[in-house]
């Protein structure tokens, strides 16, 4: 897919040539004024040597075009992308070097087809009756979306003297590297976490109650209705019942990205991004699962059927790290309608803050940093472990 925006540029940069041109003509004219023959010839192979050269580069450069064509959009940390660049030319192209940032790449082009690789390309040029063909495939970098200018093709002459500069057309092209996934590996313990197919037991009705899920104590205020008249009568006492909600609760995934001040802050905010991007997709297949971001006030859904994921992980790609004074996630309000909070944090947790201030059933670090708590993790996934709270912790957080 090409870029629509402006034609191809071309810059001519002549300094050397145009020195070595003046220096013949100096020459030339101690020659002319000291009477000296053995000066000529130097001075006019000077003189044409500047000129010459300019000439020639400008000429092959006249009519050369770039274009270039990226496979995909969008791609997983890690995966491989394809750049297709595309040079017409009706001449011979003089120590031609192609710049492509998206790469990060500089191709030496001989006029021969060849086919070059090294640990951070794979490059293949194929040489064409007045074009020229390059393809490099190389593994995508860090996540985030990634603006690049069009590529540039560099003449020169042996000498170095004049140089030419073809500037592809068009607006650059943009790639969104996306936050690579890894199976969670669960521990014993892990696997009782709540997930989207398991009922949730709370102590109030859920909004938008209407199914029975067993009984409970009678609170005051209950309607007559919702009281189980046989078990008062069978002697158990006023019971009533207990409804459940009709719409499906998921486990709620919050990333914390206040890394302010912290040490390998980018290191560490990267893996707590791959951490919740992991866990939820298996959530997600295992019934669902919410993801709330940095900066949002709701969350997003993703369902078993997975129609979400896409805008969530594209999102997820482009999170960027926030000041320790920022305010946190609106964790408290979303906890009524999860079945588990599983807080993902790029920073370092103080245990004093852990065990006192987090309104949250799971917590997860990246590898390294302890939360002080006594239990081992219940899973691990991409360098990062998940501890389980007591519950005598979520009392004090509420």
């Given at each position: ?6 034609g ?9 040539a ?11 004219i ?38 270039r ?17 595309e ?12 710049h ?16 070059d ?45 004049a ?8 607006a ?23 997930t ?10 859920p909004?938008?109650?209407g ?22 009568a ?13 719409v ?26 791959r ?11 295992r ?11 709701s ?13 969530a992980h ?85």
């Amino acid at each position: 897919m090409r870029s629509p925006g402006p034609g191809p540029s071309r810059r001519l940069e002549l300094r050397p040539a145009a020195e070595v041109a003046a220096a013949g003509a100096l020459v030339l004219i101690a020659a002319l004024v000291f009477a000296g023959p053995p000066l000529l010839v130097p001075g006019v192979g000077l003189a044409l040597l500047g000129l010459l050269s300019t000439a020639w580069i400008a000429l092959c450069a006249r009519n050369l075009t770039v274009a270039r064509q990226v496979a995909e959009r969008r791609v997983v940390e890690g995966e491989a992308v394809e750049v297709l660049v595309e040079l017409r030319h009706r001449r011979w192209l003089p120590g031609a070097t192609l710049h492509d940032e998206l790469t990060r790449t500089a191709i030496r082009l001989d006029g021969r087809d060849r086919r070059d690789r090294d640990d951070r390309a794979e490059v293949e040029v194929r040489r064409r009756r007045k074009r020229t063909e390059v393809r490099i495939r190389t593994r995508a970098e860090r996540r985030g979306r990634r603006r690049v200018p069009p590529p540039a093709v560099e003449l020169s002459d042996p000498l170095g003297l004049a140089r030419a500069i073809t500037t592809g057309g068009g607006a650059g092209s943009e790639l969104l590297v996306l936050p690579r996934t890894e199976p969670v590996s669960w521990g014993a313990s892990g696997q009782g976490l709540p997930t989207g197919d398991q009922p949730i037991r709370t102590a109030r009705d859920p909004l938008g109650a209407g199914d029975v899920d067993g009984l409970r104590g009678y609170r005051p205020g209950t309607p007559a209705t919702r009281i189980h008249w046989p078990a008062l009568a069978r002697g158990a006492g006023l019971l009533e019942r207990r409804l459940a909600a009709a719409v499906q609760v998921h486990p709620l995934i919050v990333l914390d990205a206040r890394t302010d001040g912290c040490a390998d802050a980018e290191r560490l905010l990267d893996d707590a991004i791959r951490a919740a991007a992991s866990l939820t997709l298996e959530l997600a297949r295992r019934g669902g699962a919410a993801l709330l971001l940095p900066g949002a006030r709701s969350p997003i859904a993703v369902t078993a059927e997975l129609s979400a994921w896409p805008a969530a992980h594209a999102r997820l790609a482009v999170v960027e790290s926030q000041p320790r004074a920022a305010a946190g996630p609106p964790v408290g309000r979303l906890r009524a309608r999860s079945q588990a909070v599983i807080y993902v944090c790029a920073d370092p947790v103080e245990r004093e803050q852990a065990l006192s201030g987090l309104d949250a059933d799971v917590l997860v670090l990246p590898a390294g940093l302890d939360p002080g708590l006594p239990d081992r993790p219940i899973f691990r996934v991409n360098r990062c472990a998940g501890y389980r709270l007591p519950a005598r912790v979520r009392r004090l957080a509420a």
